[in-house]
């Protein structure tokens, strides 16, 4: 499967536990996008990561989230202390580059603060 | 600030009929418009996209139409199928592909 990887697909936590999310983006692809999706609502952006650049972080919480995309590996979502509102669904996509515009997206990681 | 809107969270088709999902924006630098279609507990797969030189652009059974004047625009698909019963999202985004706007999503079901 040469897709969007991403896991784990389903991680249970407690308040206050560390959850890190994993993607590896599709062979070639150089950038990473980040989106949550919380229930019954739309696809919110979180993070855009090239190759060991943060490029845009706008949608990310200023407090408990952190991204990364090393020159090797594949890119982590962490979220620090989490709380029963960061329960959701988080979707990593690929993009090859700036020339197209189409995103390719994993299956998803769905995160349940307990 | 919901710059992509999707005002109608549900729709419901025969088959075989013409299903029309329907998009606004607010932003006037968006270059570039896609559509997406999620299945439950799957991520979104890529439709067909738009660039804001054209005024449409078809594939197949779909065919996207792009109001620049009316920041607005619009999915269509005929025949529907069952198979086409999804959350339908449409997203925007500029040419320097930063960020993708996404709106809340639409969801499709097509009767037999």
């Known amino acids: 499967n040469a897709g969007v990887m991403q896991n784990p697909r389903h991680l249970v936590r407690r308040r206050g536990q560390e959850a890190r999310l994993r993607c590896s983006p599709m062979k070639g692809h150089s950038h990473v996008y980040w989106y949550r999706q919380l229930p019954e609502e739309g696809l919110k952006f979180m993070v855009y990561l090239q190759k060991e650049n943060i490029i845009d972080e706008s949608g990310m919480p200023k407090e408990r989230f952190s991204a990364e995309f090393p020159k090797e590996g594949p890119s982590i979502l962490r979220i620090q202390q989490v709380v029963r509102g960061d329960s959701a669904a988080y979707f990593c996509a690929s993009s090859p580059g700036q020339a197209t515009g189409e995103l390719f997206f994993g299956e998803g990681s769905r995160l349940t603060v307990l | 600030d919901q710059q992509v809107k999707q005002n109608s969270p549900s729709l419901s088709v025969q088959e075989g009929r013409i299903s029309i999902l329907n998009c606004d924006y607010t932003n006037s630098m968006f270059d570039y418009f896609l559509w997406y279609k999620k299945y439950p507990a799957e991520g979104p797969t890529f439709l067909i996209s738009?660039?804001?030189?054209?005024d449409k652009n078809e594939d197949g059974r779909f065919t996207v139409f792009l109001n620049k004047s009316a920041k607005h625009l619009s999915l269509h698909i005929v025949p529907s199928q069952p198979g086409d019963s999804a959350v339908y999202f449409c997203?925007?985004?500029?040419?320097?592909?930063?960020?993708?706007?996404f709106g809340s999503g639409t969801k499709l079901n097509v009767k037999p």
């Open positions: 738009i660039s804001s030189i054209k």
């Open positions: 997203a925007a985004t500029s040419y320097n592909f930063n960020k993708f706007y």
